[in-house]
């Protein structure tokens, strides 16, 4: 049974940057047929997605982040990270980690998900 | 950017009584949008997929319909463990998600 697990600082100070990491277990991020996908939300609102990252490396990213964001992949270690610079106090959320089908049933929706990880913007 | 408007923000109902959720999209969709349930303290989890499929595991009693720019999730008898916020999620253009409806109890 697959698991994701966000991991990372659960407190950045302003215009920092914000890294996450996701560690998979239960099969391999590189194997086909799924991109990984970072989601976030804010205290108390809605879901935000982030950007994903493909199989095959290939990464977008949400355009209202303005080229702050990015992902990538450790398929040595089974991993997916988040860069996120320039953090405000906006950007305080728990952040997800998701996997995201590819093709056919269930595509770009987000159908595993790991617990998500609190990361604060403060000084 | 595709904006999805959920409504009610907030249903209150008894446990055996039918949630009726809407999401409306600014743009039309075709049937790529999908319904998700979360919990507090929890992520969310796929209900629904392309507006009528329902994801692996998922009860009956959750349905999906809609096409183009209105759509609908459907809980045709609560369950006490139902009670939760239920988002939207369209594909159609980028990906986004609707500000949710939280279904409370009554």
């Known amino acids: 049974q697959m698991q994701l697990q966000e991991s990372g600082p659960g407190l950045v100070k302003p215009s920092e940057t914000l890294s996450l990491t996701c560690t998979v277990s239960g099969g391999s991020i590189s194997s086909g047929g799924y991109s990984w996908a970072w989601i976030r939300q804010p205290p108390g609102k809605g879901l935000g997605w982030i950007g994903s990252i493909s199989y095959s490396g290939s990464t977008y990213d949400n355009p209202s982040l303005k080229s702050r964001v990015t992902i990538s992949a450790d398929t040595s270690k089974n991993q997916v990270s988040l860069k996120l610079t320039s953090v405000t106090a906006a950007d305080t959320a728990v952040y997800y980690c998701?996997?995201?089908?590819?093709?056919?049933?269930?595509?770009?929706?987000?159908?595993?998900w790991g617990p998500g990880t609190m990361v604060t913007v403060s000084s | 950017e595709i904006v999805l408007t959920q409504s009610p923000a907030t249903l209150s109902l008894s446990p055996g009584e039918r949630a009726t959720l809407s999401c409306r999209a600014s743009q039309s969709l075709g049937s790529y949008l999908a319904w998700y349930q979360q919990k507090p303290g929890q992520a969310p989890r796929l209900l629904i997929y392309?507006?009528?499929n329902r994801a692996t595991g998922v009860p009956a009693r959750f349905s999906g319909s809609g096409s183009g720019t209105d759509f609908t999730l459907t809980i045709s008898s609560l369950e006490p463990e139902d009670f939760a916020v239920y988002y939207c999620q369209q594909r159609n253009s980028w990906l986004t998600f609707g500000g949710g409806t939280k279904v409370e109890i009554k």
């Open positions: 998701a996997r995201q089908p590819m093709f056919a049933l269930g595509k770009d929706t987000f159908d595993i």
């Open positions: 392309d507006a009528s």
